[in-house]
């Protein structure tokens, strides 16, 4: 990764540090169980240790890393039950605001859904990325047309708390189609307040979404990593997610990935000693008469 480029020369170096960090997260450059060191990020990012660690220590507070005790910090593994926690979280929240939209006399606030998401199939975008990033506008703009800012805050909080492992469902193919289709839809029944069935349609639209999230596989996770081939801690690391999408507990997972990343590098420092001692053989031991130099 190349150093920081920063947007504002002024701009706080932690905050910087955070940002970025968490993208690389978010955006699975760094796997679940991606292992890491201040040292390592700081020369990444060309800055000091200390905004660094405060942004690894407010990455950590949120619940997206987890200090490793004598080897620094690493990604946390998904945690599924809490997404499903999350997910109906969600589906409570914006079925309240559906409702709420529905009784509203004007729907002057929804003119910029409207805008983005009744169009003609060729004004769509195809770009999964930022078709991902629309439908979490989308949602958030639903909830913040009913005017009420206390749910809009609690939905925002719900909505970063499950980004990192919402994308994944826009790297199946005719995700982007069925997006589109279905925002239209349920757009549409708001807009002819048909409450039922708008619930209805935002009901079966999340909770699509949530068991797609329970089909997420290893594949998926490399597919979805933005730049070049895992570091060299991520293929163990990884490997111990399966614990994970195979329904154990977090805890478990924590342990077994622990292990695994040590035992990884444990295999290649053994694997990179043998190469050395093969050639150190080869090198003292006599040739056949007559094999040439």
């Known amino acids: 990764m190349n150093p920081l480029p920063l947007v504002n020369p002024g701009q706080n170096l932690s905050e910087a540090a955070y940002e970025q960090i968490k993208r690389d997260v978010f955006e699975f450059r760094r796997l679940p169980g991606d ?13 000091s240790r200390t905004p660094v660690r405060e942004a690894l220590n407010r990455l950590a507070q949120e619940g997206h890393l987890s200090v490793v005790a004598r080897s620094g910090w690493m990604v946390r593994p998904l945690d599924f039950a809490l997404f499903d926690q999350l997910y109906d979280a969600r589906i409570v929240l914006e079925l ?15 003119g910029p ?35 009420n800012l206390v749910m809009a805050q609690m939905h925002r909080d719900v909505t970063e708390r499950i980004r990192i492992i919402r994308r994944l469902d826009f790297t199946d193919a005719g995700r982007v189609t069925a997006t589109y289709d279905e925002h239209a839809q349920l757009l549409r ?14 009901r079966s639209h999340i909770e699509t979404s949530k068991r797609a999230v329970r089909k997420i596989t290893l594949h998926r996770l490399f597919m979805a990593r933005s730049a070049g081939a895992a570091p060299a801690t991520a293929v163990p690391a990884v490997a111990a997610m399966a614990s994970v999408l195979s329904g154990r507990a977090p805890a478990a997972t924590a342990m077994a990935a622990q292990g695994a990343t040590k035992a990884g590098r444990g295999a290649a420092t053994g694997a990179t000693a043998g190469r050395a001692a093969g050639r150190a053989g080869r090198a003292g031991a006599p040739r056949p008469a007559g094999q040439p130099v």
């Open 189 to 202: 029944s708001i807009l002819r307040r048909k409450g039922d069935h708008a619930c209805l349609l935002l």
């Open 35 to 47: 292992r890491f060191t201040e040292n390592e990020i700081a020369r990444e990012l060309g800055m």
């Open 113 to 147: 859904l409207r805008d983005t998401w009744l169009v003609p199939a060729a004004s769509r975008l195809a770009d999964e990325r930022a078709v991902a990033a629309l439908d979490e506008q989308f949602h958030e703009l639903l909830v913040v047309a009913t005017g």
């Open 96 to 110: 309240a605001a559906v409702r709420r939209l529905c009784e509203q006399e004007s729907a002057e606030a929804l």
